[in-house]
């Protein structure tokens, strides 16, 4: 299911849709959290309810397998696909460049500083994970324009015209851009 809807995303619904609610069902695992940060007096009743309740350990499996879903339809392939789609023709080296770089950074610091953060702070870290998401959620709707069904040639007339990102989507071209004759 998640391998037809990531072929066909362009279809069904727009990309910066398909990203923020796969950014959003990934924050689904919060409750897996819970059950580790609970206070200590019923910390044991919790962990109970995972080792003798079958329903909550199939509720972890499916929170589980959500997780996978939404960052295999999502982020987590989508990203690579729109840093490539989404620059000005004049800029798409530097745009993908930059998500590129930019992604081996974060990632570099993530996988240093996160065991650190789990011994000090312990399952607590699935809050910040949390607000990180939420601020993933709103920069996605402020930043990352609709591209989906445009021409190059419409994509740099956008960008060229300073259009917001959140309009790109009704946003009507012209038709007009890039047939200017150079006079010599």
Known sequence: MTEILSQNKN???GAKILMGSATGMMQVVIPCYVAEITPREIRGVTIGLFSFNPS???ALVFFLALFNAATAVGPGVAGWAYAGEAGSARLRAKTTTLATGSNAIIGTVT???IPYELVAIGPKT???FFGIGVI???LIYLWIPE???RTYAQLDEMFE???PAREFKNYVCTGDYGNETVKV
């Open 111 to 113: 996988n240093i500083v």
């Open 147 to 149: 591209v989906s069904g």
């Open 11 to 13: 279809d069904y619904t």
């Open 126 to 128: 699935g809050y910040m």
């Open 161 to 163: 015209r300073r259009v």
């Open 56 to 58: 909550a350990g199939a």
């Open 136 to 138: 993933c959620c709103v």
